[in-house]
């Protein structure tokens, strides 16, 4: 039987593993709103199809499909993926699934952050959101691993760790007011600290620009290994996203990380800028949260990979840079394989594949 536990990861002797790090699987959950995929989520259900079989050359996946979905996900996904029905608001395991923890007895156990659909009535994505916020619990549930209900909202690609005490995030996010706003930056720190058993939290200032994560640091950054940090990069200075990425390099080679290491930079190149087309945007039902208005700048950016047992899955955004990229990545990660899967579905989305994605350490 599985249990809530009432005291803490740190005190317990648990601690958040890097993405590097060996895992046991992969869960995804099945897109499937019609007000956030268009054209009925067929296209993005397509694009989570290849995601999964990509995902699954080097770690097993699990793919969270509505009762409705199911017989039509069993179906066009491979056998090899499993397919389980659960209910969720929409499809981001990355935020809604578990941040696990393991000690060094080969345990590991789920942390469950509060949920409130990337802002809740503030300016969150969408009403309600409590089938999404009860994902973690079940995903613990299922894989038979105790977890810890922690104090705060946050979401999974909010928060980047190295394994060896640093976390990664953005001001933007995590102090926004329509996350933790009775909380102060001490205080937020504090119960990463409790919670994931890191010693220090970098602080970049914003997330990629018009980004309705409201500035996932996921979107802006992965950590290659501890000390060296993926950055995307701008160089035009007429572009919002310039100034952005620029503070956030200040920030990584002015702090040192949790090791005392100097911060090693690697620039990725920042597909487009991508705006969303006046037939992807009809495409979508009208609601409040989630507006798609034809022009607007899509939050595109090849920092949002996933890194699953020596594999890299990177999305495909822009024939100008996608080339270049895999190059990038395949210097940057020696001996592991590098797959592009093409994503804009995920981006009209409002994420990539990082945001669609939740490791499952291995014990
Ligand atoms: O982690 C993410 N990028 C989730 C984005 C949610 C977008 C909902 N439209």
């Not at 760790?161 to 976390?167: A, I, M, N, P, S």
């Not at 970098?202 to 290659?224: A, F, K, M, S």
């Not at 609601?287 to 990979?305: D, F, H, I, K, T």
Request: proline fraction near 6%; hydrophobic fraction near 35%.
């Amino acid at each position: 039987m599985t249990k809530q536990l009432s005291t803490n990861p740190k005190q317990d002797g648990f601690r958040m593993p890097a993405e590097h790090e060996p895992q046991s699987a992969i869960w995804m959950a099945w897109p499937e709103r019609t007000d956030n995929w268009r054209y009925g989520a067929k296209p993005a259900q397509a694009t989570f199809v290849e995601v999964a079989k990509a995902i699954a050359k080097t770690t097993p996946v699990t793919m969270v499909v509505s009762a409705e979905q199911f017989e039509n996900a069993r179906v066009v996904l491979p056998s090899y993926i499993q397919v389980l029905e659960m209910s969720t608001d929409d499809s981001w395991m990355r935020d809604i699934g578990p941040s696990y923890v393991v000690n060094d007895h080969g345990e590991r156990r789920g942390v469950d952050w509060h949920f409130n659909a990337w802002g809740g009535l503030v300016d969150g994505l969408y009403f309600p959101w409590d089938k999404d916020d009860a994902v973690a619990r079940k995903v613990c549930e299922t894989l038979g691993d105790d977890s810890y209900r922690a104090p705060i909202v946050l979401e999974g690609g909010s928060i980047h760790v190295d394994g060896e005490g640093t976390l990664y995030t953005t001001e933007e996010c995590l102090l926004h007011p329509s996350r933790n706003p009775d909380l102060t930056r001490e205080e937020i720190e504090d119960v990463l600290k409790a919670n994931l058993s890191i010693e220090k939290v970098i602080w970049i200032p914003q997330g990629l620009y018009n980004d309705e994560t409201n500035g996932h640091v996921d979107n802006l950054i992965h950590v290659v290994r501890p000390g060296e940090i993926a950055l995307t990069w701008c160089d035009d200075e007429t572009d919002p996203q310039y100034i952005i990425s620029r503070k956030a390099m200040d920030v990584l080679l002015t702090e040192t990380d949790a090791k005392g290491r100097q911060i090693k930079i690697h620039k990725l190149p920042m597909p487009g800028p991508l705006y969303i087309s006046e037939d992807e945007a009809n495409g979508v039902d009208v609601s409040e949260g989630m507006e798609r208005v034809p022009g607007e700048r899509l939050a595109g950016s090849y920092a949002n990979y996933l890194i699953s047992n020596k594999h890299v899955i990177y999305p495909l955004l822009d024939e100008v840079h996608d080339k270049d990229v895999a190059m990038l990545l395949a210097d940057l990660y020696p001996n592991y394989e590098v797959t592009g899967v093409n994503a804009r579905e995920i981006l009209l989305g409002g994420g990539n594949i990082h945001c669609i994605t939740q490791q499952i350490p291995k014990v």
